[in-house]
């Protein structure tokens, strides 16, 4: 173990979580970095690359910084990102914060607190935005019955998809259409 793995676990330094783990022979527990439990005696750690190295070693993950946990080592800009990419991709899936989190590898409440701290809007109000925007987007470039871009952007029922436009929009689908054509 060099000096800066030394002092960046004596520190919870957490600007170097996934890049090495550290194991305590004493207790066969393997942490990150930036675990905040109780700094061990130097000559009682071993430093891993990765978390396979520290489990083939015989060491398991600390049940406090869940080294396991991959959410733990992305930034909150990171899981925002993720999930933009997620909800612009599955527009037509029936998509919960709940689904969403589980993709992520976070808890729900996590994601609902991290994605509208980032964005301004919550997950659900994104979701909405971005079909509504794509909704508008078909509506603008092609022929597609209302129905199918209904569909398209994830709803099942048309005349459901109608009323949310219209809500959103103050017009109809297809007086939307026809007004920007």
């Known amino acids: 173990m060099n000096e800066i793995e030394w002092l960046a676990l004596s520190k919870n330094d957490r600007r170097f979580d996934g890049q090495f783990f550290y194991g305590v022979s004493t207790t066969l527990i393997f942490c990150r970095p930036s675990?905040?439990?109780k700094v061990p005696l130097r000559q009682h750690v071993s430093i891993f690359l990765s978390q396979r190295a520290a489990i083939d070693a015989g060491y398991r993950p600390c049940k406090r910084?869940?080294?396991?946990?991959?959410?733990?080592?992305?930034?909150?800009?990171?899981?925002?990102?993720?999930?933009?990419?997620?909800?612009?991709?599955?527009?037509?899936?029936?998509?919960?914060?709940?689904k969403l989190a589980e993709q992520l590898f976070v808890s729900p409440t996590y994601l609902q607190k991290v994605f509208t701290k980032e964005m301004k809007l919550s997950p659900a109000r994104f979701l909405l935005k971005a079909r509504m925007d794509q909704a508008k987007h078909l509506l603008r470039t092609t022929d597609l019955l209302v129905c199918d871009i209904a569909q398209t952007v994830g709803y099942v029922n048309s005349a459901h998809f109608s009323t949310v436009f219209h809500r959103q929009t103050g017009e109809s689908p297809t007086h939307y259409r026809t007004k920007v054509q």
Do not use: Y
């Open 35 to 37: 675990c905040p439990s």
């Open 65 to 98: 910084c869940r080294p396991e946990d991959l959410s733990f080592v992305q930034s909150r800009s990171q899981i925002v990102n993720q999930a933009i990419g997620i909800i612009e991709t599955h527009l037509a899936e029936n998509l919960t914060l709940k």
